[in-house]
């Protein structure tokens, strides 16, 4: 059993910052990759930002040079650094886990925590 836990979210102006961060627990043979999605109001969930085992990176195109996606494979946690943010980023941010070995590897996901950005 994994589980996944997410902190950090919360009310910012547009133009301010937060840090979202993601630990997981449980048994963990093996993260492959770890990832930050959002779901907005009536729309549907999307990647934000994923890093793979080996340090890769790869952002969604509309938060490139404004977030940063941090992992720690010994911790377990995933964090996303999210600066110059705007009233578009609202939504509910999920972190996400890819954990196993090879062939037997899951997703888990944790619940989600709340982003609002006022303009």
């Known amino acids: 059993q994994v589980q996944l836990v997410e902190s950090g979210g919360g009310l910012v102006q547009a133009g301010g910052s937060l840090r979202l961060s993601c630990a997981a627990s449980g048994s963990i043979v093996r993260i492959n990759t770890m990832a930050w999605y959002r779901q907005a109001p009536g729309k549907q969930r999307e990647l934000v930002a994923a890093?793979?085992?080996?340090?890769?990176?790869n952002y969604a195109d509309s938060v490139k040079g404004r977030f940063t996606i941090s992992g720690d494979n010994a911790k377990n946690t995933v964090a996303l650094q999210m600066n110059s943010l705007e009233p578009e980023d609202t939504a509910v941010y999920h972190c996400?886990?890819?954990?196993?070995?090879?062939?037997?590897?899951?997703?888990?996901w944790g619940q989600g925590t709340q982003v609002t950005v006022s303009s």
């Open positions: 996400n886990m890819n954990i196993g070995r090879l062939l037997s590897a899951l997703d888990y």
């Open positions: 890093i793979t085992r080996g340090g890769s990176t």
